[in-house]
């Protein structure tokens, strides 16, 4: 097909110029595919930052919290069990382990240095719960806690973030969406004015099949004339596009959504697909345009 | 009578054929029971009063109109059961001057005299000697970068008619070639039609210019059919 959208951009010169130039129809392919490609820009930077959210968030979140259980030495065994027994009856915890003194050691090492005397310091013990995807209820489960193990203090700061990644994964999506509305709207303009085109051309139409031109020869000429002008607006347009993510001021702050609109790395290039999907709509969407109405021209 | 030049057709075959056609645009029959046989390289003039269905049969034998009772065969083929690329390809295979000489406006008209050339891919280069040629034939070499709507009645005749010969095809139809022209540029395009017709082209001619038939009747055996009154007749006697 790519082969083909070549062999029409080439061209023979001659085909092309049996269609007179003249026709808004042409103006308006032009200046709708160079606004369509402008906005596919956004809505495609809108759509990878949305992605680099939603990525960076999800790493953090990990499914894992953590419950700190401070209490006087002799009940710290008793509360770490009850603790633990909570959680096993707790819906949406997938597993709950308690953390071996070697293991908080080594979490404090880089602080306090090799030789630190755990048993005699009032270390809180730390229970790492691993949830469901589905998740726990994180009210419900503090205030069991608060019942049975007063010492047990649950930290789940990292949880507030999942709807905020299932909102950047949805705007990644709702980015996609509008590139295929746009694609579409580009099509379904694109087959108005090819309709147009052709409507106006019935004569040149008539004589060229009184010479002896198949449908596809005729079609050939409008769909060349439709692809490179599809082409050249998205081109302009993405250029522009492309131009004004670059310009928007960037700032440091992590995380900062309007800030993080643009693009990165190797995604500058990502935007060099949007004219050529926009030519090969031209050319489809023209064809099919072209046929049927040559069809309907008996 | 050279026979070369014929590749697909055999001397004598029927290239075009009528059988019980008829055609009637809306209300009644302007047409009926029409039976013809063209051969190759036969020369046929058509007569009759105007408004008798002269350029009607003619658009049947190119299959610009379709027959509403009976049948047309192109090179063998009904024209009611061809796809429109058969129709194409036909066409690509028949020269045809139409009654209103219809041009591509915004192409100059050495363009629009190769267009039969530029459609069948065979591009403007491959005849563009005989393209010189055949616009000096009919004089219009000074023009040739004129566009069609700056032409003349006469201009476009002649124009038409390179066109429909720039191919080398096996049938040539002229609806009233030389309806506004001088005596003497008739006799010029008579004298290429006689040439193509010589070389083996079936050529049909709609005309109402008694002298032209005369004229050709001198140098070639044609035959001359009228349609009179719905009816297709033979008239040779009376020329
Ligand atoms: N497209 C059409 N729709 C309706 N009637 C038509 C159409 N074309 C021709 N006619 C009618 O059919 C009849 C025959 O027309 P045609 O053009 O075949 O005549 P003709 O013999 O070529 O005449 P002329 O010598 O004047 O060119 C005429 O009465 C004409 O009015
Ligand atoms: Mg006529």
């Known amino acids: ?298 | 009578m050279r026979h070369d030049g014929l590749s697909l057709l055999d001397w004598g075959c029927v290239v075009i054929e009528l059988k019980q056609a008829a055609y009637g645009y809306g209300g009644g029959a302007l047409l009926e029971g029409m039976d013809l046989q063209l051969t190759q390289g036969s020369f046929y003039f058509l007569t009759g009063p105007s408004g008798a269905g002269k350029t009607t049969l003619l658009r049947l034998c190119y299959a610009d109109l379709l027959p509403t009772g009976g049948s047309v065969e192109i090179f063998g083929k009904k024209s009611t059961d061809m796809t429109r690329d058969g129709v194409a390809a036909a066409r690509q295979r028949m020269g045809v001057v139409h009654q209103d000489c219809e041009f591509l406006d915004h192409l100059p008209l050495e363009e629009n005299i190769a267009l039969p050339l530029t459609v069948a891919g065979r591009g403007m280069a491959a005849g563009n000697g005989d393209l010189a040629e055949l616009m000096g034939w009919v004089g219009l070499t000074a023009r040739k970068n004129a566009l069609p709507p700056e032409l003349s009645g006469g201009e476009r005749q002649r124009a038409a008619l390179a066109r429909a010969v720039i191919t080398d095809p096996d049938v040539i139809i002229a609806d009233e070639p030389t309806g506004n022209i001088d005596w003497e540029m008739s006799q010029r395009l008579l004298q290429l039609l006689v040439e193509l017709n010589r070389m083996g082209k079936t050529i049909l001619v709609a005309t109402h210019d008694l002298s032209l038939i005369r004229a050709a009747k001198s140098q070639i055996s044609a035959r001359v059919l009228r349609i009179a009154g719905g009816q297709l007749q033979s008239a040779g006697s009376e020329l």
């Open chain 1, 1 to 298: 097909m790519v082969g083909q959208i070549f062999d029409i951009l080439k061209g023979d010169s001659q085909a092309d110029r049996v269609v007179p130039k003249r026709g808004h129809s042409v103006r308006l392919t032009l200046f709708t595919s160079g606004a369509m490609a402008f906005l596919a820009v956004f809505a495609l930077a809108m759509s990878l930052a949305a992605g680099r959210l939603a990525d960076r968030w999800s790493d953090a979140l990990a499914r894992s919290s953590t419950i700190r259980i401070s209490a006087p030495a002799g009940e710290m065994e008793a509360q770490t069990w009850a603790v633990l027994e909570v959680l096993e009856q707790t819906p949406g915890v997938e597993s709950a382990r308690a953390m071996t003194d070697a293991e908080q050691r080594d979490l404090l090492e880089p602080w306090f240095g090799p030789d630190l005397p755990l048993e005699d310091l009032p270390i809180p013990r730390l229970v790492e719960v691993i949830e469901t995807a589905a998740g726990y209820d994180g009210e419900g489960l503090r205030q069991r806690l608060a019942a049975e193990a007063p010492g047990a203090i649950l930290d789940d700061h990292t949880r507030w973030r999942r709807p905020l990644v299932r909102a950047a994964g949805r705007l990644r999506a709702l980015g996609f969406v509008s590139i295929g509305l746009i694609l579409a709207s580009t099509a379904a303009m694109i087959t108005l004015a090819a309709g147009a085109a052709l409507a106006a051309n019935v004569k040149v139409i008539r004589v060229l099949r009184l010479v002896g031109a198949r449908d596809t020869y005729i079609a050939r000429a409008f769909v060349r004339r439709f692809s490179i002008r599809a082409l050249t607006g998205a081109a302009v347009g993405t250029a522009f596009g492309t131009i004004a993510i670059a310009a928007l001021p960037r700032a440091q702050e992590e995380g900062a959504f309007l800030t993080g609109l643009g693009f990165s790395g190797f995604e500058w290039a990502m935007p060099l697909v949007i004219p050529i999907l926009a030519a090969v709509t031209a050319f489809w969407a023209t064809r099919a345009a072209a046929l049927r109405t040559l069809r309907r021209l008996q």
